[in-house]
């Protein structure tokens, strides 16, 4: 199973690479054609796919192993959610959101079909000296 997400993540990575290295305008437009290309990929699938990329980027920028959702999910975005990425190949993810109601989305995350796991720490941004992460705490959630 394809997972967009992270095929986006790659190619994009790679154009920062070629933009970086590139040595006309000519490569620098093409580096910036490609990530754009690779990011109209995710536009075609809508706004619930949009939500999942900008986590799944900042999830690999801060070198966490999984995706982390760290912000507020809506409840009316969840089941979406979670069929986009099991649709994705995408198998488990983390919540770390600390809003108030983030017990309640987990609950329907858990209606929705997935398994609240065990919980773990994520990198949630480089610290103030940009020497490691600073940590935050998540729910593992499993999707079945």
């Avoid at 993810?93 to 209606?111: G, H, N, P, Q, V």
């Amino acid at each position: 199973m394809t997972n967009i997400f992270e095929e986006t993540y790659n190619t994009i990575a790679e154009a920062k690479k070629a933009y970086k290295a590139a040595t006309t305008a000519e490569e620098r437009d093409a580096a910036r054609d490609t990530a754009k290309a690779a990011e109209d990929r995710i536009d075609e699938l809508g706004d619930i796919a949009w939500k999942i990329w900008r986590a799944y980027e900042k999830s690999r920028d801060n070198e966490n192993k999984i995706l982390d959702f760290d912000d507020i999910i809506w409840d009316r975005d969840v089941e979406a959610l979670t069929a986009c990425m099991k649709e994705n190949g995408i198998k488990a993810f983390t919540y770390s959101c600390r809003a108030t109601d983030a017990i309640e989305t987990l609950w329907l995350f858990k209606e929705a079909g997935c398994t609240i796991g065990e919980m773990v720490e994520v990198n949630l941004r480089k610290d103030f000296f940009g020497k490691g992460y600073e940590k935050g705490h998540a729910f593992k959630m499993i999707l079945n």
